[in-house]
Nanobody, 121 residues
Framework: QVQLVESGGGLVQAGGSLRLSCAAS????????MGWYRQTPGKQRELVAS???????NTADSVKGRFTISRDNAKNTVYLQMDSLKPEDTGVYYC???????????????WGQGTQVTVSS
């Protein structure tokens, strides 16, 4: 079984920074895409940023220039560096991974439990 565990959320003032981490564990043969989504009240879950196994990145327009996604292959961990945070960035941030499972030999999507980010004005 694969697990994704997020950390790094919290309360920060507008203009501040946070770094989210997502550590993957379990039987993993290959990561295809890893990403960060966020859920804000009254809105659908939206993609914030993603990174492929060839390090191609995609970042939502709303956070472009402020958020950076990266990964450490040796640690099976993906990061989201969030700078110049705004109150509208408040929400629950979820890590997602589309990966090739060693247990099933199939590419499957997994989700973390989510971590709260609150930006005060």
């Amino acid at each position: 079984q694969v697990q994704l565990v997020e950390s790094g959320g919290g309360l920060v003032q507008a203009g501040g920074s946070l770094r989210l981490s997502c550590a993957a564990s379990g039987s993993i043969l290959r990561f295809n895409i890893m990403g960060w989504y966020r859920q804000t009240p009254g809105k659908q879950r939206e993609l914030v940023a993603s990174i492929t196994n060839t390090d191609n990145t995609n970042t939502a327009d709303s956070v472009k220039g402020r958020f950076t996604i990266s990964r450490d292959n040796a640690k099976n961990t993906v990061y989201l560096q969030m700078d110049s945070l705004k109150p509208e960035d408040t929400g629950v941030y979820y890590c997602s991974a589309w990966l090739l499972s060693g247990a099933t030999s199939k590419s499957t999507s997994y989700w973390g439990q989510g971590t709260q980010v609150t930006v005060s004005s």
